[in-house]
């Protein structure tokens, strides 16, 4: 590529700075355009300020939204942390169990327990009166630590927050123009699976309220190690708000599911983990223990783990056969 | 300091200034330059500007005892190419070759023995090196006269539009410019502001967006073939978009202060032929490995076997100058191979009987952008892994979004070069004023909404 033949008059010096401020003045009249059309166009349709955590919030948000929007006739409504957004197939329980509806409101662990009980206070602030409530927990649950912060914000309206300056609110008016086509991609294989955040909302809405794990399965030197225990006293310290949400929809409807772990971790001090996590959830939630979902695994091999407490393709589906069963069984015994 | 930080939007404007008010005071102006470029390279370490200073002040002495003392010429080429190619080999090679040294007697259950230096890799140290290397080599071949100006020298090896990542210019093209009054038009100021906000839009928008992409796909333990595949493009626009910016930038910006750079790039993506490809990507490396080492090595003078063998030799070393590492030998490979495959072709057929245009490009294409997955593909797990990741090509939603984000990148890029072959470089620069004004206010938008994405380093300062 050759230059054209550049015909003005050549300059130095302050001359030369004069051209300069003439070729220069396109360009800061675009800059100006631009500024001036996004000051407007924030001033007309301002939008919330996304917070960092995108991938959380927007879960977060995505089950507030749904919970206000599912039907009210829910057969079985899933509430947890993200064993059960991610370990549950919606379809493959509903066809095992005579076309069911099956609607997931599970979050993540950092809403902890007061989390829980707001999905589930939402859905029944609307009328809704679910057959069966299934409280979907990883096996490591007293272990988890929920933010204080993260609960306050879920309850706050689900709406963003503006940004305090003006140039931020520009910035992120602007990020909305592109955010559709151009989103950043989410971490690993989730980016692989979903892309980025607006699209794992869309499946989230569209797949009933539950995702999947795209990762295959754990690196096989995971397998061995032990994750450390130690109780949160903050996980704790919400059951109350769990137990008050879960005494208003009646506990006589709701079934505690503790997931599975790695059969390799039920060598360690993982079995008593368990049977003490049941007994306190049944005893502080006011549930039944005779009322317990039976013939539910405790442990499944490595390979069927996407994650330390996600399951991959092949876990979920032999997961979702004893669930299916553990439903039917239980209809039988406590008819809906 | 990048051309990607604050404390650039500062500096430059202050120098640019000030250069001007200096008007036609040449030395004055020089100086100015001088002190500018090293003030740029020593924003990121000041240690590495005796390096810079170390470099230049051999290549000088080499010339001028080459232009002094006829008789001693090569001696003094020796004595800069082995100061050259020895700080290259010291800060950028050895660990690398101690590293594969230890590795390879590790295998024959010997015990490793090199010491690996683990030295800081001080910025654009390979393109600069080129540059005044380049100097000597031309000054010993009487193609340029030895430089008797210091400080005109030192600004020519520092200046610092170009320092750190290219183009790297040759002395007969670059010395004279710093001999001689520098006058600016409105046109070639227009020009260089309408390169300026190009680049940065190829870095910003087209580098760093497609660079996230890049980075979510390449990976050890990827098991979709599609993102290996889509991940492999976002890669090619990624390197693409930042360093043809990066080139977009400098040269725009030499342009202010009244200095023509060459061009590095000319629409490489539009390539009929791996060939077509090389004289269209970083123009300055491609056209420096065959002035300096292809054609010494013979070129095309002894028979296609030779020919073939000086092809994949330089491009080997082509790939070793890129990096440290044994996937840019694996690229350079690849493309020698690519280069003696398409020599082979082009001579077997015909111009009438070659292929159909779509398919020489889709062709081209996928070799460059499979050259491109071993350049990304940094360690032998991840070449092997992704690779075998081909074999799942599960089709995602992730996918679908990737590539609605790939097309959305690709779009005004493609025009733009659509526009510049049709209509010349100068499309839009030259446009009436309404249009550029728009066009740039639409790029200034959407850089600004991607603004959180940006990387202020560049691919080629690693370099």
Known sequence: MSPAAAPLRAQQGPAALAALS???????????????????????????????????????????????????????????????????????????????????????????PQGHALMLDRFRARGGAPRR???????????????????????????LPLAAATLDRMRDRLQTLVAPSLYLPLPGAWSDYYGGVAPLDHMLRSRHGFLHDPNKSLPRRVFPRLPPYDRNAAFEAQLPQLAAAIAAIGPERVRLLLMPEMIAFRAGHMEAVRAETIALLESRLGLDPARRLSGLPDGLPGDRFASITHLNALGRAEYNQSLAAALRRDRERFPW | MSFVSLAFAVFFPVVLVLYHLLGARLRAQNALLLAASYLFYGWWDWRFLGLLLFTSLVDYAAARLMAERPARRGVALAVSLSMNLGVLFAFKYFDFFADSLNALLAQFGATPSFTLL????????????????????????????????????????????????????????????????????????????????????????????????????????????WSVILGTVAFGLQIYGDFSGYSAIAKGTAALLGFELMWNFDRPYWSLDVREFWQRWHISLSTWLRDYLYIPLGGNRRGRL??????????????????????????????????????????????????????????????????????????????????????????????????????????????????????????????????????????????????????????????
């Open chain 2, 118 to 225: 683990h030295v800081i890799l001080p910025v654009g140290i390979s393109f600069y090196t080129f540059q005044s290397m380049a100097y000597t080599i031309d000054v010993y071949r009487g193609v340029v006269a030895a430089e008797r100006d210091l400080p005109r020298f030192l600004t020519y090896v520092a200046f610092f539009p170009q320092l750190v990542a290219g183009p790297i210019e040759r002395a007969r093209h670059m010395l004279p410019q710093f001999a001689r009054p520098r006058h600016v038009t409105l046109d070639g100021l227009r020009r260089g502001l309408w390169l300026i906000v190009w680049g940065y839009y190829l870095k910003i928008v087209l580098g760093d967006v497609s660079g996230a992409y890049a980075d979510a796909a390449f990976r050890v333990d990827q098991t979709f073939g």
């Open chain 1, 22 to 112: 003439r070729a220069v003045a396109p360009t800061l009249l675009a800059l100006g355009l631009a500024a001036a059309t996004t000051w407007l166009w924030q001033r007309l349709a301002p939008v919330g300020h996304q917070p960092a955590e995108q991938l959380e919030y927007a879960i977060v948000r995505g089950q507030l939204e749904r919970a206000e929007r599912i039907a009210a006739a829910t057969d079985v409504v899933v509430i947890g942390d993200s064993a059960g957004l991610i370990n549950i197939d919606p379809a493959g329980l509903s066809a095992a169990v005579d076309g069911i509806s099956v609607e997931g409101l599970a979050t993540l662990a950092f809403a902890g």
């Open chain 1, 133 to 159: 409530v299934l409280l979907a927990l990883r096996a490591l649950a007293l272990r988890g630590g929920p933010s204080e912060a993260a609960v306050e914000r879920m309850l706050q309206s689900p709406e």
């Open chain 2, 306 to 463: 030779r020919t073939m063998l000086n092809l994949f030799l330089t491009m080997v070393l082509g790939g070793l100058w890129h990096g440290a590492a044994w996937n840019f030998v694996l690229w350079g490979a690849w493309h020698g191979a690519l280069l003696g495959v398409h020599r082979v072709y082009d001579a077997a057929l015909p111009a009438q009987r070659r292929l159909p245009v779509p398919l020489a490009w889709a062709l081209t294409t996928l070799a460059v952008f499979i050259g491109w997955f071993f350049f990304r593909a940094r360690s032998w797990p991840m070449i092997t892994g992704m690779t075998a990741a081909l074999g799942n090509l599960t089709w995602t939603p992730g996918h679908g979004a990737l590539l609605v984000a790939l097309a959305v990148l690709i779009a005004p890029v493609a025009l733009v070069e659509w526009l510049q072959a049709r209509r010349g470089a100068w499309v839009v620069a030259d446009a009436p004023v309404p249009v550029r004004v728009l066009w740039e206010a639409a790029a200034l938008l959407v850089m600004v909404a991607v603004m959180d994405r940006v990387r202020a380093e560049f691919i080629y300062f690693q370099f």
